[in-house]
């Protein structure tokens, strides 16, 4: 089956900066891959997908990056802000309509410090 | 426009014990997946339910089963409980046919 990593685990950046969290997969068949953001005691919020026929997608501050050659996938958040600070997880899935499940990796804590 | 909801928020059972879970799905959605989430870690797929069917199911024991109503709602029931199905429980929807998933609050169980 489907298998996700993601680095690194914990990562802190000063406000402004920019940061980065890397994920890898291992089933070619995967073809979407959303991020979500998820604060404490809430559920995971999803802040970006991208579809395999598609390189880079970006929402604002926010942008993903694909190489199906390589198999990874990165998400990448510019100028950050205190709020910004939560665990984010990257998963990867098939095509629903078959097998539609979710594989996520195991988080990074990211956090903002003024 | 409600999301996905959840009940209850918390839960505490001891072992041995039975509970059940209930979500009710984002408006306009027929899919609803359950994910187990331990401490620490990402989210694990437990079972997705559409048309009523259990459609596809992770690498969970026979203690865990669902349930789809006709109005999308489901239900997660966990027999026998182990103090190793402490976790938050997930809910997932979307509209079938389509990647993108909402997921609720959870409900954080702890089994004494």
């Known amino acids: 089956g489907e298998n996700v990593e993601q680095h690194p685990s914990t990562l802190s950046v000063q406000e402004g900066d920019s940061a980065v969290i890397k994920c890898t997969y291992s089933?070619?068949?995967?073809?979407?891959f959303p991020w979500y953001k998820q604060e404490l005691g809430k559920g995971p919020q999803l802040i970006i997908d991208?579809?395999?026929?598609?390189g880079e997608k970006k929402d604002q501050r926010i942008a993903v990056t694909l190489n199906k050659t390589a198999k990874h996938f990165s998400l990448h958040i510019t100028e950050t802000q205190p709020e910004d600070s939560a665990v984010y997880f990257c998963?990867?899935?098939?095509?629903?309509?078959?097998?539609?499940?979710?594989?996520f990796g195991t988080g990074t804590r990211l956090q903002v410090t003024l | 426009d409600a999301g996905v909801t959840q009940s209850p928020t918390h839960l505490i059972k001891t072992r041995g014990q039975q509970v059940t879970l209930r979500c009710s799905p984002k408006?306009?959605?027929?899919?609803v997946s359950w994910y187990q989430q331990a401490l620490g870690q990402g989210p694990q797929f437990i079972f997705q339910?559409?048309?009523?069917?259990?459609?596809q199911r992770g690498n969970f024991p026979d203690r865990f089963s669902g349930h789809q109503f006709p109005n999308y709602s489901s239900e997660l029931n966990v027999n026998a409980l182990l103090l190793g199905d402490s976790a938050l429980y997930l809910c997932?929807?979307?509209?079938?046919?389509?990647?993108?998933?909402?997921f609720g609050a959870g409900t954080r169980l702890s089994v004494l």
């Open positions: 991208i579809r395999s026929n598609v």
């Open positions: 089933d070619s068949a995967s073809n979407y």
């Open positions: 339910y559409y048309e009523e069917e259990e459609r």
């Open positions: 408006s306009g959605h027929d899919t």
């Open positions: 997932a929807s979307r509209t079938s046919g389509r990647n993108i998933q909402y």
């Open positions: 998963a990867a899935s098939i095509r629903p309509g078959t097998a539609s499940k979710l594989t």
